[in-house]
């Protein structure tokens, strides 16, 4: 099951930055890990996954370096920036309060939901 364009829209920032909170990653890397810690259910195409970079870069929350990678041609890596962890200390903050919002109202039972 694969989630919904406008719903992944919405978390596609923070599921990013929490990816290059823990190294850097060049964009097939980022599309890759996306959607196997994700068991699938996520998944950034070519076309949506770069224009989230350019936006999280024109933001100042991440930075692209070109490097070498281990076969010698040059990747873009990107890096989260200071600005891009605070951003990204206060997104997860805002989505564990959604979250528990979610949970308490799946968890009603409709009796309490008529109350």
């Known amino acids: 099951m694969k989630i919904e364009r406008q719903l992944l829209k919405g978390t596609a920032p923070i599921a990013v930055l929490s ?3 823990e190294r850097p990653m060049y964009g097939y890397e980022i599309s890759k890990e996306l959607i196997q810690r994700s068991k699938e259910l ?9 224009p989230l970079l350019y936006n999280l870069e024109a933001k100042g929350h991440v ?18 920036t200071q600005s891009g962890t605070k951003h990204l200390t206060q997104q997860r903050q805002h989505w ?5 919002g979610m949970h308490n109202l799946l968890q009603s039972s409709p009796q309490e939901l008529h109350s």
């Open 42 to 50: 996520l998944s950034l195409g070519h076309g949506s996954l770069y």
């Open 63 to 80: 930075q692209a370096k070109e490097e070498c990678a281990e076969n010698g041609r040059p990747r873009r890596y990107y890096h989260i």
């Open 19 to 21: 990816l290059l909170a």
């Open 96 to 100: 564990e309060q959604l979250q528990q």
